[in-house]
């Protein structure tokens, strides 16, 4: 059984950071593609960032959270670390851990391929 279990999220001030954690049990092999997704109130998700946790495929940003954000992950502990500074009211969103097979070799951005899911993490940035 799959299981993303996320931490970390919280209510910040803009300007500030948080660090948001995803361990994940039970994936299938292949299934080495995991990262982050967002959903701002009243809209859908959105990607944030991706990376091959077997090291294989670059590292993907969203362009709203590059240079502010940065992915990483630790296999000993089979988790990876979303560090989000100069957070933004507009960064504002749950946060949902997800994890899937590579797509023609990359990451895929596209919110339907993953078939892994967290329960979702409030991020909340006031003015």
């Known amino acids: 059984q799959v299981q993303l279990l996320e931490s970390g999220g919280g209510s910040v001030q803009a300007g500030g950071s948080l660090r948001l954690s995803c361990e994940a049990s039970g994936l299938p092999d292949g299934h080495t593609c995991m990262g982050w997704f967002r959903q701002p109130p009243g809209k859908g998700r959105f990607d944030v960032a991706l990376?091959?946790?077997?090291?294989?495929?670059?590292?993907h940003y969203a362009d709203s959270v590059k240079d502010r954000f940065t992915i990483s992950q630790d296999p000993a502990k089979n988790t990876v670390y979303l560090q989000m500074n100069s957070l933004k009211p507009e960064d504002t969103a749950i946060y949902y851990c997800?994890?899937?097979?590579?797509?023609?070799?990359?990451?895929?951005?596209?919110?339907?391929?993953?078939?892994?899911w967290g329960q979702g993490t409030q991020v909340t940035v006031s003015p």
């Open positions: 990376l091959d946790v077997s090291g294989g495929i670059g590292t």
């Open positions: 997800v994890a899937g097979r590579p797509l023609a070799s990359t990451c895929t951005v596209i919110v339907g391929w993953y078939q892994h």
